[in-house]
């Protein structure tokens, strides 16, 4: 996967389809973001760079409640990938 604007674009647009609000907000996080699922906002560390943004994404993605069929196909693409990969690393 490449790390560009447009990867994480499309890894937010993953999140938004399914009602997840994506927020870069300064604060001491251990890990570099905060879930805040009652309210199904995702808080990244704003100093993390595209490739940390990415990287956290494709982390924290497979863990989230998402609805595959509000996905758009392109949408379903990519998460089918993220998927798959943090079970092959796991």
Aim: contains cysteine; proline residues 1%.
């Amino acid at each position: 996967m490449k790390y560009t604007q447009t990867t994480l674009d499309k890894l937010e647009d993953i999140l938004g389809e399914s009602a997840y609000v994506v927020r870069y907000e300064r604060g001491t996080f251990q890990s570099g973001w905060c879930l805040l699922e009652a309210k199904r906002i995702v808080v990244l560390n704003k100093f993390l760079n595209i490739e940390g943004r990415i990287n956290t994404l494709m982390e924290i993605i497979p863990q989230l409640a998402i609805d595959y069929d509000k996905l758009t196909l392109e949408s379903q693409k990519l998460y089918e990938e993220v998927v798959r990969k943090s079970v092959t690393e796991a």
